[in-house]
């Protein structure tokens, strides 16, 4: 009952974003004056149909991913505002959840300070592939940053301070964060507050050369202090690296990330987490520009001892075979082979055929 008022609740609102939008548009094309400062709306949609087989044959069939909204609104003098919205499947329901929502201020190209619910700026892929399947190569995220992730804190919130720093060919960039770390639920942000006094921070550098466009490498630093339910406080240090070539023809995506997980009462009891994966994909020229074959490479190892995830079981090694067929502006057909291997649930096997859709773009 509470899914389907808070599916009402959004549609509702996505018809006054929308309706919003055709009432300026009409004012504008009866030539009546438009004020520059009144705000701009924008919508898009994405949505995803996906047919799994798996070893277990008991488990295959058809299932709906996300169907998700990105809602964006000019405000007028450097204020501006998006929202990020999804319903997910479930085994009786859809849950909706607010993925991001961000107001921003920009001084300038260099000072954009914006506060809400982020997408952690960790590595690349989680903050470069948002909700909505058909903005990446592939039908499903890397296991290390899948939604739902205890390796990664997926999202975060709090404030974040980023812009261009001036390097000349460098195209220096950087993102700083400070707020509320993970919850209770490691795997979740505090919306609703810190669950602890210690905020997490974080900062991220990445440079991209101007001689080489599409090429992305980036550092980044994180920090929080996690206390775990039923279990001591444990301080969490997390260190990432990528290197980003994103011109279709090739795309080559490598991130690494190192954490450290300690006792805050007792540093001697700590471990370490270690994960990274290696995408390739490639655009075929001329005729065949639609079709995108690619292939990835996944390895996690957390440490036994880890205080935070140690006995989470989530070692994994993982491989992929796919290609993409954009066969409309809007709409990709996604075939993809995955091999499997779980710590505590072996090795399995399975095929995905997606179909991922823009829906919307106003």
Not at 65 to 84: D, I, Y
Request: charged share 20%.
């Amino acid at each position: 009952m509470a899914g389907s008022v808070h599916i009402q609740l959004a549609g509702l609102c996505l018809g006054f974003i929308v309706n919003q939008g055709a009432l300026a548009q009409a004012i504008s094309q009866a030539g009546m004056p438009v004020d520059p400062s009144d705000p701009a709306f924008h919508v898009m949609g994405f949505g995803d149909i996906n047919y799994i087989s798996r070893d277990d044959s008991s488990n295959d069939g058809f299932a709906v991913g996300q169907a998700v909204a990105h809602l964006s609104a000019s405000l007028g003098h450097s204020l501006s505002a998006f929202g990020e919205f999804s319903a997910t499947a479930r085994d009786s329901e859809y849950s909706v959840e607010v993925e991001r929502f961000i107001v921003k201020y920009e001084f300038s190209d260099n000072y954009k300070l914006s506060a809400g619910r982020y997408h952690s700026p960790i590595g690349y892929w989680n903050s470069a592939f948002h909700h909505g399947s058909w903005l990446q190569t592939t039908a499903s995220r890397p296991e290390m940053v899948k939604f739902g992730s205890s390796i990664v804190p997926i999202h975060f919130v709090g404030v974040l301070l980023e812009g261009n720093i001036p390097s000349g060919n460098l195209g220096l960039e950087y993102k700083a964060g400070f707020g509320n770390g993970r919850h209770s639920n490691i795997a979740r942000a505090g919306d609703a507050g810190d669950i602890n006094s210690d905020k997490a921070w974080m900062l991220q550098v990445n440079s991209r050369p101007r001689r080489y466009y599409g090429l992305n490498l980036g550092l980044g630093f994180y920090n929080d202090e996690v206390s775990p339910p039923a279990s001591l406080a444990v301080k969490e240090n997390t260190i990432s690296a990528y290197a980003a070539w994103t011109k279709e023809s090739p795309e080559v995506i490598f991130e690494y990330l190192h954490s450290n997980h300690e006792l805050a009462a007792n540093s001697s009891v700590s471990g370490d987490v270690d994960a990274w994966y290696l995408q390739f994909a490639y655009r075929l020229p001329g005729e065949r520009s639609g079709w995108k074959p690619y292939a990835r490479l996944e390895r996690t190892r957390v440490d036994d001892t880890d205080p935070l995830l140690g006995s989470l079981g989530l070692d994994y090694d993982g491989g992929i075979l796919g290609v993409r067929w954009d066969f409309n502006p809007h709409a990709a057909l996604k075939a993809e082979y995955r091999s499997e291997e779980f710590d505590n649930g072996g090795r399995e096997n399975n095929f995905r055929v997606q179909v991922a859709l823009v829906l919307a773009k106003l």
